[in-house]
């Protein structure tokens, strides 16, 4: 129990198109949503936080214009990397508390390269 | 938390050996501890987690210890095996499966060598 299904596994896309990245909780509802970000040989470093029916809530440094969020149901959670750049490459992954309210359940990621 | 410093960077041990892995937290509010295993390329893996209010949890050949006046908490793995080798990481939260954030570690790559 608790998955979170998160599409696409990988993509590939060109310098100034936009790419949108999903996350789905497939059998519990996922009120909150965080959305993580990893270069390579690093950590995970937090993004935003998404929240069902609000704004979601941006990292320092991170540009809410460029990674547009949106959580518009309990069970579906976006991504949205727009006018992407080459600097946008990364591994994108999405974590939801889990339903138990025990710990945190993650999506297999996106592996986003702009060319 | 605020900041979670993790030690050592890299680890190599030799099949069977043990190995430590160190974190330090700075947010004295932090309660939920857990570890990671991340493979490349794939969704980090809890492997353990511990709860502010419990100072040590063994899992088989996997332990983790915390002491909350020191504010840091160690993963240990004993008789390591070759598939242990991947990355590591510590995190901390405010409350584990809830809407606090977790904040994690800079990893620790730890190779087992047969």
């Known amino acids: 129990g608790a998955v979170v299904s998160q599409h696409p596994s990988r993509v590939i896309c060109k310098s100034g198109t936009s790419v949108k990245i999903e996350c789905r909780s497939l059998?519990?509802?996922?009120?909150?949503m965080f959305w993580y970000r990893q270069f390579p040989k690093k950590s995970l470093m937090l993004m935003a936080t998404?929240?069902?029916?609000?704004?979601?809530?941006?990292e320092q440094g991170v540009e809410k214009d460029k990674f547009l969020i949106n959580h518009a149901s309990l069970t579906l959670s976006t991504l949205t990397v727009t006018s992407a750049h080459p600097e946008d490459s990364s591994f994108y992954i999405c974590?939801?508390?889990?339903?138990?309210?025990?710990?945190?359940?993650f999506g297999s990621g996106t592996r986003l390269t702009v060319v | 938390g605020e900041n979670v410093e993790q030690h050592p960077s890299t680890l190599s041990v030799q099949e069977g050996d043990s190995a430590v892995i160190k974190c330090t937290y700075s947010d004295s509010a932090s309660n939920y501890f857990p570890w990671y295993k991340q493979e490349l390329g794939k969704r980090p893996q809890l492997i353990i987690d511990?709860?502010?209010?419990?100072g040590e949890k063994k899992d088989q050949r996997i332990a983790v210890t915390l002491n909350k006046t020191a504010k840091h908490f160690s993963l240990h793995i004993t008789e390591t095996q070759p598939e242990d080798s991947a990355v590591y990481f510590c995190?901390?939260?405010?409350?584990?499966?809830?809407?606090?954030?977790?904040?994690f570690g800079k990893g620790t790559l730890l190779t087992v060598n047969p």
């Open positions: 974590s939801a508390p889990d339903r138990l309210g025990i710990g945190y359940t």
């Open positions: 511990i709860r502010s209010n419990v």
């Open positions: 995190a901390d939260s405010k409350g584990g499966g809830s809407n606090y954030k977790l904040t």
């Open positions: 059998d519990f509802q996922a009120t909150t």
């Open positions: 998404s929240n069902e029916g609000s704004k979601a809530t941006y």
